[in-house]
């Protein structure tokens, strides 16, 4: 599996992040990674972004967290949906709409959207279980952890037991190797 741009942060401090959305609906519309990348060449603020998806079809069930230097929300997108934003700026693989007891079985996502609540700003928290997710019997896990700083223009991506700072003021062209895969 390859995967770019999964997120990312514009000059004007807008940044974008996604999480899928942990339905299975399919419908005519753009690939998140598409509107994610439109997002941060087009708009310098959330509700310029909130805005900007009311009016993009989606293609797949996604969770898009936005954040500028004044506001952060998340907003549920889908092929069968109006874009809609989420009660605060958290998103596990849910949307509003109601998590069935098999999917809460397998993605524990209602779990994992109260541990985020309460994690807050902990990066430590988001690096262990029920947040971190190395891998599961449906394949699905976490690639990272970011922690945006829109109004410093930088970013630090984190792993268990490495991180990569960047910033607009000091960029260092490069790239992390990560295994993914069940740990013994």
Known sequence: MLWDLLDGMNDA?????????????????????????????????????VDRLRSLPVAVPQNLTLVDPT????????????????????????QHLPVTDEQERTMRTQERLRAIR?????????????????VDEQGSRTLYTAHYQPIDGSVTYYWPGESWQQSFGDFAPGSRPVTLGRTS
């Open 71 to 94: 506001k952060a929300v998340t907003v549920f997108v889908g092929p069968d949906m109006s874009p809609t934003v989420a009660p605060d700026a958290c998103a596990a693989n849910h």
């Open 13 to 49: 401090g807008l940044a974008v992040s996604l999480t899928w959305g942990g339905r299975s609906s399919y419908g005519r519309g753009f690939a998140i990674l598409v509107l994610v990348r439109y997002l941060l060449e087009t708009c310098d603020t959330v509700d310029e972004a």
């Open 118 to 134: 309460a994690a807050g700003a902990d990066v430590a928290a988001m690096l262990k279980p029920p947040l971190y997710r190395s």
